[in-house]
């Protein structure tokens, strides 16, 4: 275990969307760094299933139904985790869906859905979670995962991408809270590269097909160029741990991402994507 991790060490961890992907690495990651771990996702099945694993192999971990989108239903997660561990010391904000779309083709449930489990989810984590962290009096961590596509934008993917740009929003606002409240709880953004998960085989769309190709794409993409789900929370865990406000896993991806978005809104300029990128979703104007 990295030095940096002993921080967390002892502590209690909810992740949610931890039944799979980057949450199911994260709880990994955790329970390995002497964490108690609430593995908490929608998909109940998968969250036991990775629960059962880390005890199988020595840790604690308890697995919770939760569906981001509803406010009371991550209330009821608070109270399971509190009731079951007496604290928790760190919280992942990290489920999210992948929805493509034009964005009035998008049927209205979906846009809804989108927004309530991104952007929602984390909202009411925090809402739920930060009084009882803040009231404790020791230190915490809260980490929301946007995006590397919070710092761009993307047609087709316009509810997944705006709801990225919400998260980096978000936690950057939620930082500026702690420190007036001079609360020892540090916040992160995560910004994900690519990581191979199953976001894009369960993402909602429109009946359209440049949707479904481009969908096609980027679950193609991922699975042939992205890190693994673990792999991603080694890097990831690290950084949280240490207070890093900008999470990465693909450090020099970020940067250029964060390089290219402050020479666009510098210049004013007109959004714009590369040709290739256009070209390679088959969306040449
Ligand atoms: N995979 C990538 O390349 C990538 C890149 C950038 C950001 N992200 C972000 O990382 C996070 C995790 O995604 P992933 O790639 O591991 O995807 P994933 O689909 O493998 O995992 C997401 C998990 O969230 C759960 N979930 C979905 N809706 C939920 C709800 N309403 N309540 C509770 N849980 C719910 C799913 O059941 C699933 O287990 C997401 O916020 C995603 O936007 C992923």
Same mark, same amino acid.
């Given at each position: 275990?990295?030095?940096?991790?002993?921080?967390?060490?002892?502590?209690?961890?909810?992740?949610?969307?931890?039944?799979?992907?980057?949450?199911?690495?994260?709880?990994?990651?955790?329970?390995?760094?002497?964490?108690?771990?609430?593995?908490?996702? #929608?998909?109940?099945?998968?969250?036991?299933?990775?629960?059962?694993?880390?005890?199988?192999?020595?840790?604690?971990?308890?697995?919770?139904? %939760?569906?981001?989108?509803?406010?009371?239903?991550?209330?009821?997660?608070?109270?399971?985790?509190?009731?079951?561990?007496?604290?928790?010391?760190?919280? %992942?904000?990290?489920?999210?869906?992948?929805?493509?779309?034009?964005?009035?083709?998008?049927?209205?449930?979906?846009?809804?859905?989108?927004?309530? #489990?991104?952007?929602?989810?984390?909202?009411?984590?925090?809402?739920?979670?930060?009084?009882?962290?803040?009231?404790?009096?020791?230190?915490?961590?809260?980490?929301?995962?946007?995006?590397?596509?919070?710092?761009?934008?993307?047609?087709?993917?316009?509810?997944?991408?705006?709801?990225?740009?919400?998260?980096?929003?978000?936690?950057?606002?939620?930082?500026?809270?702690?420190?007036?409240?001079?609360?020892?709880?540090?916040?992160?953004?995560?910004?994900?590269?690519?990581?191979?998960?199953?976001?894009?085989? =369960?993402?909602?769309?429109?009946? =359209?097909?440049?949707?479904?190709?481009?969908?096609?794409?980027?679950?193609?993409?991922?699975?042939?160029?992205?890190?693994?789900?673990?792999?991603?929370?080694? %890097?990831?865990?690290?950084?949280?741990?240490?207070?890093?406000?900008?999470?990465?896993?693909?450090?020099?991806?970020?940067?250029?991402?964060?390089?290219?978005?402050?020479?666009?809104?510098?210049?004013?300029?007109?959004?714009?994507?590369?040709?290739?990128?256009?070209?390679?979703?088959?969306?040449?104007?």
């Amino acid at each position: 275990m990295s030095d940096t991790l002993q921080a967390l060490t002892g502590g209690t961890a909810v992740i949610t969307g931890a039944g799979s992907g980057i949450g199911e690495g994260l709880a990994r990651v955790a329970a390995e760094a002497g964490m108690r771990v609430v593995v908490a996702d #929608i998909a109940v099945d998968r969250a036991e299933a990775v629960a059962a694993d880390i005890r199988g192999q020595g840790g604690e971990a308890l697995a919770v139904k %939760v569906d981001v989108a509803d406010p009371a239903s991550i209330d009821a997660l608070a109270d399971a985790a509190f009731d079951a561990f007496g604290e928790v010391t760190l919280l %992942v904000n990290n489920a999210g869906v992948e929805t493509l779309g034009f964005t009035w083709e998008l049927p209205t449930e979906l846009w809804e859905k989108t927004l309530n #489990i991104n952007i929602h989810g984390a909202i009411h984590g925090v809402r739920a979670f930060a009084p009882r962290m803040i009231a404790s009096g020791r230190p915490g961590w809260i980490a929301n995962t946007a995006s590397i596509g919070g710092l761009g934008m993307m047609p087709i993917q316009t509810s997944y991408i705006l709801s990225k740009h919400a998260m980096i929003s978000f936690s950057e606002c939620l930082f500026l809270e702690m420190q007036v409240k001079q609360s020892p709880i540090r916040v992160s953004a995560i910004l994900p590269g690519p990581v191979a998960t199953r976001i894009f085989e =369960d993402s909602g769309q429109s009946s =359209d097909t440049a949707s479904a190709e481009h969908g096609a794409m980027m679950h193609a993409m991922l699975q042939a160029d992205g890190m693994t789900g673990l792999e991603a929370a080694q %890097v990831i865990l690290p950084q949280i741990a240490a207070g890093e406000f900008w999470v990465s896993t693909h450090p020099e991806m970020t940067r250029q991402f964060a390089a290219a978005r402050a020479a666009h809104l510098s210049a004013l300029a007109m959004p714009s994507l590369p040709e290739e990128v256009l070209r390679g979703m088959g969306l040449e104007p």
